[in-house]
C-alpha cells in the first residue's frame, strides 16, 4: 500500500497516480518541508542497534513506500510498496510479509495503515517479523473535530468512524471498507484502532505495546494542499507558520490532522 491524497481516476493506473505524487513532490517546497518533518519525528523513535551489521538503527523496512520520498531522505531503508515501481527495492504486501521471524528492528510507515483493507493482519505480521525491542513508527490520518470537517469537503478519501476492526469471537476480523485496490482505504481506521480499540488492541496483540501517540499538524499541513490540493501557505512564511503551530499544538485533540504512533514489541505473550 501506499499514501494517497488523490485515488485514481477511472482512466489512471497505480503507476499513473505515484507518477503524479513524484512530480507534485518535486514542485511543492512547502510539502517537502512537511514530510521532512515528519520523517525526523519518526527517525527520532528509531530503536538503536549500535552493533548491528545493517547500522546503529538495525534493519529497517519501510512498508508503502510509494515514489520513494522516505528511502530519499533515510537511505538505509528497505523500501517496499504493493505496486512494484522504479522507487522501491521489494514489492511486498504488508500483511504478508516476506521476511523471517524476528528479523526486522522497525516498520516504518507513511500514510498506508488506512489503505490496509485488514490493519490488524498487518500487526500479526508486525507482531512475527520484528525483533524484541522493534518498532512500528507511522503517521496517518487523524480525525479530530476540525479535521473531520475539512476531510469531508475536499478530501477524497472518505473517514467512517463507525467502522468495526475487530470481529466477534470466532468470526473473522470484518475489512476496514469495501472498496478495493491500492488506493482505497479508510482515514479514520487509526484513530479508531488506536483510540476507540485501544484496549482491544492490546489484548489481540499481547506482544506488541503502544510506546507513543502523539496527535500532530494543527496548521501547516491543512494549508500546504497535500500533494493535490491547493497550497494556501507561501514558502516564505514557513518560520512563522511553524511558530504558530508550535503555540496551537496544545489544541491538538480539537484541531490535529495528523497521528504519529510507535508500538514496540516487547517479547511478552509470544
Known amino acids: 500500500m501506499t499514501r494517497c491524497a488523490t485515488v485514481p481516476g477511472p482512466d ?3 503507476r499513473d497516480v505515484l507518477d503524479a505524487r513524484a512530480l507534485a513532490w518535486q514542485r511543492r517546497p512547502v510539502l517537502r518541508d512537511v514530510y521532512h518533518r515528519y520523517f525526523e519525528e519518526m527517525i527520532s523513535y528509531l530503536p538503536r542497534r549500535d552493533d548491528h551489521p ?21 537511505s538505509d531503508a528497505i523500501a517496499t510498496d504493493i505496486v512494484a515501481n522504479p522507487w522501491v527495492d521489494l514489492a511486498a504486501d504488508a500483511t504478508r510479509l ?13 500514510d498506508v495503515l488506512h489503505h490496509l483493507p485488514h490493519p490488524l493482519e498487518f500487526f500479526r ?3 512475527r517479523v520484528l525483533s524484541p525491542g522493534g518498532r512500528v513508527i507511522l503517521t496517518e490520518p487523524y480525525i479530530s473535530p476540525v479535521s473531520r470537517v ?8 472518505p473517514h467512517d468512524m463507525r467502522v468495526k476492526l475487530f470481529g466477534a469471537p470466532g468470526e473473522s476480523d470484518p475489512p476496514a471498507f469495501a472498496a478495493t485496490g491500492a488506493f482505497a482505504a479508510n482515514q479514520a481506521v487509526p484513530t479508531v484502532l488506536f483510540y476507540k480499540h485501544q484496549r482491544e488492541f492490546h489484548a489481540r496483540f499481547p506482544a506488541l505495546r503502544l510506546a507513543h501517540r502523539l496527535r500532530r499538524s494543527v496548521l501547516v499541513h491543512p494549508l500546504s494542499g497535500g500533494f493535490s ?3 494556501l501557505l507561501p514558502k516564505f512564511s514557513l518560520p512563522l507558520a511553524w511558530l504558530v503551530e508550535d ?9 490535529a490532522f495528523r497521528l504519529v504512533v510507535v508500538v514496540e514489541k516487547t517479547g511478552a505473550g509470544i
Open 12 to 14: 489512471q493506473s497505480e
Open 54 to 74: 545493517a547500522g546503529p538503527f538495525g534493519r529497517v523496512v519501510e512498508i508503502g513506500s510509494g515514489a520513494g520520498n522516505f528511502k530519499s531522505f533515510f
Open 98 to 110: 516476506p521476511f523471517a521471524d524476528a528479523s526486522v528492528d522497525a516498520l516504518v510507515m507513511q
Open 125 to 127: 505480521e508486525a507482531q
Open 150 to 157: 475539512v476531510y469531508g469537503m475536499v478530501h477524497p478519501e
Open 229 to 231: 490540493g491547493p497550497v
Open 247 to 255: 503555540l496551537l499544538l496544545p489544541l491538538a485533540p480539537l484541531l
